[in-house]
């Protein structure tokens, strides 16, 4: 079977009525698919070179071409010349000329001269629109994530995504897999501890805001643990050198970013003892 984009190896044949142009258009096969399409034809009365005008309408009377260029173009004896439709543009012929598959004319003139008779286009410089094969609405294939088993590069250079993941995020269930999956998932809030080599699932710790709390999803402070048996804290410190508190407390005024001295009567540190009583815990601290 021959592949959409090698039929721009084809040749476009189409003969002007009244005779005085040939037009043979054909276009590279291999890719990337070149956007020119080569014209032959005649100029009578021209040889040496000339500036040639190319356009390009929607129907053959049509006043406003939709594309046109000018080209300095070689001429033998006999006024035959050949020219690449699209040679003098950076990217050649635009797609979207051939994209609606359209009807599309083409004249040429000469400098000088009254522009030949239209020729209608037929079949191959359709073709440009195969180019579209090696992109997604013009975007190559590396600026899409594409779906595989894993995710991350492959050896080709693409992205990829895991599907199975994304079947699981989406519909909350498992699908059938190969390899391990995630089987459970943590709650909003708590910061996750894995419980298997795959598996995630809500540690003890709890964030709410700017405070995290062990065992508690309401932290009181910046910091809080709960215990349920006694000691609550242990801290250690096993050095060859103790000559610091195993605890410092540090204190300024202002800002992590920008502290600011203390004042007097500052309480710098401390431990404050509070009891719960009949309703909740008493006041209290020790400086």
């Known amino acids: 079977m021959i592949r959409p984009r090698r039929l721009l190896v084809r040749a476009l044949v ?13 276009a590279p096969a291999d890719p990337p698919v070149p956007r020119l399409v080569k014209v032959a034809g005649t100029l009578p009365g021209v040889t040496g070179a000339a500036t040639v005008r190319f356009a390009l309408y929607a129907d053959q009377a049509g006043e406003t071409p939709l594309w046109t260029e000018t080209q300095r173009v070689a001429v033998d004896d006999g006024g035959r010349f ?6 003098s543009q950076a990217e050649g012929l635009p797609v979207e000329l051939f994209a609606t598959g359209e009807a599309r004319w083409l004249a040429v003139q000469a400098d000088g001269q009254a522009e030949q008779p239209r020729v209608l286009l037929v079949s191959v410089p359709y073709a440009l629109k195969a180019a579209d094969a090696d992109t997604m609405g013009g975007k190559p294939l590396s600026a899409f994530v594409l779906a595989g088993d894993k995710t991350g590069t492959g050896d080709d250079g693409l992205t990829f995504v895991d599907t199975r993941v994304l079947r699981q995020a989406l ?3 498992l699908a059938p897999t190969a390899g391990p999956l995630p089987t ?3 709650a909003p809030g708590y910061i996750g501890v894995f419980t ?16 995290i709390g062990v065992n508690t999803t309401a ?11 006694a000691p609550g804290a242990f801290f250690d410190v096993y050095s060859d050198a ?4 195993p605890v410092v407390y540090r204190a300024a005024r202002g800002t992590p970013g920008a502290p600011t001295a203390v004042q007097s ?9 509070r009891g719960y009583g009949a309703t909740g815990f008493s006041g209290g601290q020790g400086r």
Do not use: E, R
């Not at 189409?14 to 054909?26: E, K, Q, R, S, Y």
């Not at 932290?219 to 048996?229: D, E, N, T």
């Open 14 to 26: 189409a003969i002007l009525a009244a005779g005085t142009v040939t037009l043979v258009c054909a």
């Open 82 to 87: 050949a020219a690449y439709l699209g040679a």
């Open 171 to 173: 519909s909350g269930t």
């Open 184 to 186: 459970s998932v943590g």
């Open 196 to 211: 298997g080599t795959a598996d995630l699932g809500n540690s003890i710790m709890f964030q709410s805001g700017t405070s």
């Open 219 to 229: 932290p009181a402070a910046a910091f809080h643990a709960v215990a349920s048996a």
């Open 242 to 245: 103790l000559g610091a508190l």
């Open 265 to 273: 009567d500052d309480i710098l540190g401390g431990l404050a003892v």
